[in-house]
Structure formats: C-alpha cells, structure tokens
C-alpha cells in the first residue's frame, strides 16, 4: 500500500499572516509579513527533502498535527492535561491560519496548486514538547484505502 509524504517542521507554528500593502513606482503591491514568509521558506525547505520526483497530481489529503508550547504558567495538573492531549490549546493563532500557510509553502514543492486538497484527515492542534508541525500529505485513493 503507497504510504504517504511525511515530514516534521520544527519550531513554533506560524500562522499565515494578513498581507501587507505597500506601493512602489505608484503601483500597489501586496506582500507577506517577514514571520510568515520566513515559516513558509522553512516548511519548504523541509518538505523539499521528502519531494518526489514529479509533482503529486489530483486529488489530495492533507493531515496536519500542530503541537503548539506548553505555557511556563501552566501548573503540574494542567502541564500533565497538556501533555496527555486532554488539555488543548484554544488560543491564537486558529488552525485555519497554520494550514493555510503551510499549503502555500507545499505549493510546487509536493503538488502544483493548493486547490488539489480536497480534505483533512485528523487535523488538530494540541501541546507538545518540543513545539512542531507533523505534515502528512496522502493521494485520497491511498486514504481512502488505508482508512478502511
């Protein structure tokens, strides 16, 4: 059975920012905040390491598990909650953010547009030492498969 492209970025997740809006040469031009695109340069260049040899084509399954910090002022009750996935976290950045950066980054890394993604599996944020993203990117017939 094809497996899927795995791969762990590590690091504090990164939401994709808003764009920033500058004018040049009377022109308006609109750009990514440093943070964001520095994120996206790392993730690809991690994803980069576990491309295949062509671009993947159609339909695409992306499952991201994103292991945000544990907070210093967490007591040993809720420190133990967080790391047993009970406890997690609800604050910023939201999930759709961290995804929608990270689709970017795999875009014509892994596959050729962001709107082959047709779903996502187990997505979630939790707490995690050390903070990371895990990233697995299946063909659906091979999730469909496999999760069967």
Same mark, same amino acid.
């Given at each position: 059975?094809?497996? &899927?492209? $795995?791969?762990?970025? *590590?690091?504090?997740? %990164? @939401? =994709?920012?808003?764009?920033?809006?500058?004018?040049? /040469?009377?022109?308006?031009?609109?750009?990514? &905040?440093? $943070?964001?695109?520095? *994120?996206?340069?790392? %993730? @690809? =260049?991690?994803?980069?390491?576990?491309?295949?040899? /062509?671009?993947?084509?159609?339909?695409?399954?992306?499952?991201?598990?994103?292991?945000?910090?544990?907070?210093?002022?967490?007591?040993?009750?809720?420190?133990?909650?967080?790391?047993?996935?009970?406890?997690?976290?609800?604050?910023?950045?939201?999930?759709?953010?961290?995804?929608?950066?990270?689709?970017?980054?795999?875009?014509?890394?892994?596959?050729?547009?962001?709107?082959?993604?047709?779903?996502?599996?187990?997505?979630?944020?939790?707490?995690?030492?050390?903070?990371?993203?895990?990233?697995?990117?299946?063909?659906?017939?091979?999730?469909?498969?496999?999760?069967?």
């Amino acid at each position: 059975m094809p497996e &899927p492209i $795995k791969f762990t970025v *590590y690091g504090e997740p %990164v @939401a =994709q920012g808003r764009p920033r809006l500058t004018t040049i /040469a009377g022109r308006a031009r609109a750009f990514d &905040p440093r $943070k964001s695109r520095d *994120y996206k340069q790392l %993730v @690809a =260049q991690v994803a980069q390491q576990h491309a295949p040899p /062509a671009l993947l084509t159609g339909p695409l399954i992306l499952v991201l598990h994103v292991f945000r910090p544990i907070p210093k002022g967490f007591n040993k009750r809720k420190r133990a909650n967080a790391l047993d996935e009970t406890l997690r976290p609800t604050t910023r950045p939201d999930l759709k953010n961290i995804l929608a950066g990270v689709e970017d980054a795999l875009e014509g890394v892994l596959y050729r547009n962001d709107s082959q993604i047709v779903g996502y599996g187990d997505t979630g944020k939790w707490y995690g030492d050390p903070p990371r993203v895990e990233v697995e990117l299946w063909r659906e017939e091979d999730w469909r498969r496999a999760s069967t």
